[in-house]
């Protein structure tokens, strides 16, 4: 089983920036699938952006031109880079796996890591 371990949230003001990283073990990580993904208080857990394997990416709406996923397959890493944060971007931020050519579909994703908070202040 693949553990995912965040890391790199915390607290900014609104317009700021954050880098998320997601370190995985395993020797196959360049083979998956990685995603991002976040959760509001009350709220679903939502999708942010995803990178396959060749490196083809998408993002959620909300997030295009200010988010940017990357991953490192020496490293065994995923990185989120959040620049020109809101407020609603407040959320627990999760990195998650998928064997498919997987997007936002949840259950697609068969690993998650603990989560990261993210809180934006206006």
């Known amino acids: 089983q693949v553990q995912l371990v965040e890391s790199g949230g915390g607290l900014v003001q609104a317009g700021g920036s954050l880098r998320l990283s997601c370190a995985a073990s395993g020797r196959t990580f360049s083979s998956y699938t990685m995603g991002w993904f976040r959760q509001a208080p009350g709220k679903e857990r939502e999708f942010v952006a995803r990178?396959?394997?060749?490196?083809?990416?998408s993002y959620a709406d909300s997030v295009k031109g200010r988010f940017t996923i990357s991953r490192d397959n020496a490293k065994n890493t995923v990185d989120l880079q959040m620049n020109s944060l809101k407020p609603e971007d407040t959320a627990v931020y999760y990195c998650?796996?998928?064997?498919?050519?997987?997007?936002?579909?949840?259950?697609?994703?068969?690993?998650w890591g603990q989560g990261t908070q993210v809180t934006v202040s206006s």
């Open positions: 998650a796996r998928s064997r498919l050519f997987a997007t936002g579909n949840r259950s697609a994703y068969d690993s």
């Open positions: 990178i396959w394997s060749g490196g083809s990416i």
